[in-house]
């Protein structure tokens, strides 16, 4: 099989928010988004700012052409407003795993219902289309916020690979490995369903 056609496009719409595929049209909306907060500064975590946004966009859209990732903006269905972005990467269509990472929110939408139902849509697909036997989490060490929303998904740790990646800055960081996997995913499911119609 391969990751191209795995991989294929497609758009996933929910209640409050749809994922459209990322284009190189998205720039100045991804700016915008990223503004609220100036989620760039943050030391832990890769957010496109000025300096980044051509290169952040063209690496995304050269690892869906490979068939490795499918990236999306997150997109407010009642205001239209691009809100953040995220998508599938480092997929293996052989063994049938992926993962959902590259995930970043306006600060204004952080801590909504609008993780919760990006995350349901992204499981769902992977799970109940693509037929994968695993999705994988993966976050900085550092990043406390991220590993928590990570945890309260239904998510797994897998382990912590140490000195797993050369940051820009020089520094190696940790990443904290979760995952899901395919006889997980209905008790995970229930659980954001529940969360989503509380919310």
């Known amino acids: 099989m391969e990751s191209k056609v795995w991989l294929s496009e497609t758009q996933l ?117 693509l037929e994968a036997i695993a999705v994988e989490f993966r976050t900085h060490w550092h990043n406390q916020a991220s590993r928590t929303a990570i945890s309260h998904l239904g998510a797994k740790q897998d382990g912590i690979l140490r000195n797993a990646q050369l940051d820009a800055d020089g520094c190696y960081r940790d990443t904290v490995v979760f995952s899901i996997i395919n006889q997980e995913w209905p008790a995970v499911r229930k659980g954001l369903l529940n969360r989503l119609n509380t919310d």
């Open 13 to 129: 719409v929910g209640n409050s928010i749809s994922l459209q595929l990322l284009q190189k049209q998205h720039a100045n909306s991804l700016l915008e988004a990223a503004a609220d907060g100036e989620l760039w500064n943050l030391w832990f975590t890769s957010i496109p700012s000025h300096e980044t946004i051509d290169s952040y966009i063209d690496f995304a859209l050269n690892e869906k052409k490979s068939g490795r990732a499918l990236a999306f903006v997150v997109i407010d269905n009642k205001t239209g407003q691009l809100i953040g972005s995220t998508r599938f990467c480092n997929a293996d269509p052989i063994n049938k795993r992926v993962e959902i990472g590259h995930t970043w929110y306006a600060k204004s939408y952080q801590r909504t219902r609008v993780n919760s139902e990006c995350k349901y849509l992204l499981l769902q697909y992977a799970f109940e289309s």
